[in-house]
Structures are given as structure tokens and as C-alpha cells.
């Protein structure tokens, strides 16, 4: 009994090292930053598969300049490709509910998110360009 316990302890080190990396690796892969960024717009984006959709869903330490009218689209355009007069042409997703904190938005059923390479925040009021992620 005494040489099985060193080799459950170190058992159970080796399996809490490999879950922690594969939730680091997973966090890490899934979250996504705002890489074209227009008005200043910081923290974290995903998109996450569930089992009645697709979601965008903005982390706890998003944050960006408050305006009117903010959008969300999906965009066939690059990231680096978006500016003031191409923002809105994307598909529409969602008014943006808040602009800071963790907030979430349902895609459409019919959309093939292969068919987007960009997550876009759009000022529609002033047709302004805000902020853009490369899916």
C-alpha cells in the first residue's frame, strides 16, 4: 500500500497537468481578439457551437466606445479589409446589447459560416467602422 500511494498522487498530478493544458489549449484556440480596430474596442470574441446553434459570444472583458446604433455583421471580407465604406455590407446579426461585458448572439440556422472570414462592429447611424475579428 505504501509503494501504491507515491504513484496515485503523482498519477493524479499527471492527469490535472494534461486537463489544465487542454482547457488552456482550448481557451486559447477558441477566443479570439479584435485585430482591425477602428474605435477602441478590447477583450475577446468566439464563435461556439451548441445544440440549438451557432453563437457569437463576446467575453466578460469586452469593452469598446459606446456610440448609437452599433451592429454586429458577418462579413466575406478579411478583417484587415474593413473600413467605413464596406463595414455594413456584411450580414446583419444583432444590435450590440451593451458595450462592455460578456453578451451573446444567435446566428441564423441558414447561415454556412464557411461562406464569412470577418466578425464586424458597424456604427450604422454615422456609418462608421469599429472594430473587426478574422473568424
Avoid at 487542454?22 to 477602441?40: D, H, I, Q, R, S
Wanted: net charge neutral.
Amino acid at each position: 500500500m505504501k509503494l501504491l500511494k507515491p504513484f496515485v498522487v503523482m498519477l493524479g498530478m499527471i492527469i490535472g497537468v494534461a486537463a489544465a493544458e487542454n482547457v488552456n489549449a482550448a481557451e486559447a484556440g477558441l477566443a479570439k481578439p479584435f485585430t482591425n480596430v477602428a474605435m477602441k474596442t478590447t477583450g475577446k470574441w468566439s464563435i461556439e457551437t451548441r445544440a440549438d446553434g451557432n453563437y457569437i459570444v463576446l467575453a466578460d472583458n469586452f469593452k469598446t466606445r459606446g456610440a448609437p446604433d452599433l451592429k454586429i455583421f458577418l462579413h466575406t471580407l478579411a478583417a484587415g479589409d474593413i473600413e467605413n465604406d464596406n463595414a455594413a455590407e456584411g450580414l446583419f446579426i444583432a444590435e450590440l446589447k451593451s458595450k462592455k461585458g460578456a453578451q451573446e448572439y444567435k446566428i441564423p440556422a441558414n447561415v454556412n459560416l464557411s461562406d464569412y472570414q470577418s466578425l464586424v462592429i458597424h456604427c450604422e447611424q454615422y456609418t462608421k467602422f469599429w472594430a473587426a475579428g478574422s473568424l
